[in-house]
């Protein structure tokens, strides 16, 4: 089955302006519909949340971590419009064609499932962007491992994430 992010290309100016705009990584949070056919898995994206400085415990050009306030705030905003979520975040000047470091894979095994129990199972992705390319996971249904993003469409135009991270997923020592 195939999983899309999608998103207006106003949310997508937004996002990319505020996670590259400078050297320290950011986040952000897409609070996004869900669609589900037998060949697809879309999430919409209806609400762009830009965490700003105020709510990191750290926040450095290679590490960032969200206090556990903002994240009590955005899974209880994600309750409120029942939506689920696309968690942001950026590498910047990287490189290398993008992918989830071991910190941040690390970080995803603790955060996604806390995230989907509040939200009662709700699917959940996560979206890393660096200045050449993006990479993406996804938690669908009961399955306790990521799948890949197979697209990310922002107003007409698809960016093709690298894949690299669910192969890292799958390989880990962590």
């Not at 590498?91 to 603790?110: I, K």
């Not at 509040?118 to 962007?129: F, K, Q, W």
């Not at 996971?137 to 922002?154: D, N, R, Y």
Request: aromatic share 10%; glycine share 8%; proline share 6%.
């Amino acid at each position: 089955m195939a999983v899309m992010v999608k998103m207006s290309g106003e949310f997508g100016a937004h996002l990319w302006e505020h996670l590259l705009g400078n050297h320290t990584e950011q986040a952000a949070f897409l609070f996004a519909e869900f669609r589900q056919t037998t060949r697809t898995s879309t999430f919409v994206g209806r609400e762009l949340h830009l965490v700003p400085p105020e709510d990191f415990d750290l926040q450095s050009s290679s590490h960032l971590a969200i206090t556990d306030e903002a994240l009590a705030r955005l899974i209880k905003r994600a309750w409120d419009l029942r939506l689920a979520v696309v968690e942001w975040h950026s590498h910047p000047q990287y490189e290398g064609p993008a992918c989830f470091s071991p910190s941040d894979r690390f970080g995803l095994r603790d955060t996604v499932p806390y995230v989907r129990w509040r939200l009662r199972g709700s699917p959940y992705a996560a979206v890393v962007i660096s200045d050449a390319s993006l990479d993406a996971l996804a938690w669908l249904g009961g399955e306790p491992g990521p799948q890949s993003v197979h697209g990310i469409k922002i107003g007409t135009t698809v960016l093709k994430p690298s894949g690299i991270s669910l192969a890292r997923w799958c390989g880990d020592d962590i």
